[in-house]
Every structure is written in structure tokens, then in C-alpha cells.
């Protein structure tokens, strides 16, 4: 697995918990943001350049974070400082087709807790016991799925209904039976 080493992540963006506020036993905190930005963001441009990982794409943010990308629009922040969240989104709005006005925005608390074992406390944050590349992948589909979802009409029968979640027996797909 890759270890992610991009920037300080404890302690950044608007609401970063002081040491002694975070649960015991945690060794970093970092603030997840997902957005929805439109239909489809072309991904191509960014993979030329060196990302973490490809499946799907993975970046560093310049000035500290990390980035997972979906080509349906979405993409996950790690991390990442609100000025340098900022600039990278804006670098990102050229590559989006079908742009919406205001983002859809998800926001969520990852910590890294060695001993976890389990994936959310009752709090609501995220449980990792460590930060990878691969596991930050795992994580980045979570908010992107509830965000994407919201918008994407789904059929129950023969007729859409817009913002309805597919029923368990149309996991593959997003059609309903």
C-alpha cells in the first residue's frame, strides 16, 4: 500500500480540532470534503501528471492534501487547507461539463486511529487505522456515492424518480426491477 505523505493534515482547513478535543488514541484528524461540481469532469488532463493512484485518480493538492477524482463530477478533498481547496477547485471548473452554480458539498472527519475496529464511531467520523492511498480511495467513494446519488434520477418500475435511491436488488445497476 502507499503511504500518503502530502502536507500537514492535522490542524488544517476551517475546523480543525486542537489535540486534546480529538478522541483518544487518534493520531491525525483530517477534514474530508466532497463536492459535486457537474455531470462529468474529464480526468485526463490531470492523469498525465504524477498521481498517487489511477482507480480512481488520485492527486496531491499544491499547498497541502489530497485529491480523489470521479469522472460523473465528483471529487473527494483530504485535508487540504481552505485557500489551497479553493484554488484547486477553480483550477478544476474548466474540466467540468455541465457545471453546477453552487457545488453540492458533503463534509465528513476522517481519523486515524491505530486500534480502531470499526468504521464510524458514534459521533459520526470515519475510522482508518491507516492513511494509504488505497484506503483514502475506499473512503472517497462513500460521500461522492450519497452526493452523486441525490442527483441522479433512478427508476422504480417503469417510471423515474428523481433523487431515489436504487433498492438493494439493483446494486449493479441503477435501474430498479
Request: charge should be positive.
Amino acid at each position: 500500500m502507499t503511504q500518503v505523505t502530502s502536507g500537514e493534515t492535522a490542524g488544517q482547513g476551517t475546523s480543525a480540532p486542537s489535540v486534546a478535543e480529538l478522541p483518544a488514541g487518534t493520531v491525525e484528524a483530517v477534514p474530508v470534503r466532497a463536492l459535486l461540481l457537474g455531470e462529468r469532469l474529464d480526468t485526463r488532463a490531470l492523469e498525465r501528471d504524477e498521481p498517487l493512484g489511477v482507480a480512481p485518480l488520485t492527486v496531491d493538492i499544491p499547498g497541502g492534501g489530497v485529491a480523489v477524482l470521479f469522472r460523473y463530477g465528483a471529487v473527494v478533498l483530504f485535508g487540504a487547507a481552505t485557500a489551497a481547496l479553493d484554488k484547486f477547485v477553480a483550477s478544476l471548473r474548466p474540466l467540468v461539463s455541465s457545471a453546477l452554480p453552487v457545488p453540492e458539498r458533503d463534509d465528513a472527519r476522517l481519523l486515524i486511529r491505530p486500534e480502531a475496529d470499526q468504521l464510524v464511531d458514534l459521533a459520526g467520523n470515519i475510522l482508518l487505522r491507516e492513511k494509504t492511498t488505497e484506503r483514502l480511495q475506499v473512503v472517497a467513494g462513500l460521500p461522492t456515492s450519497s452526493t452523486a446519488s441525490s442527483r441522479l434520477p433512478r427508476r422504480c418500475g417503469k417510471r423515474a424518480v428523481p433523487g431515489r435511491a436504487a433498492r438493494s436488488c439493483c446494486a449493479t445497476s441503477a435501474m430498479c426491477c
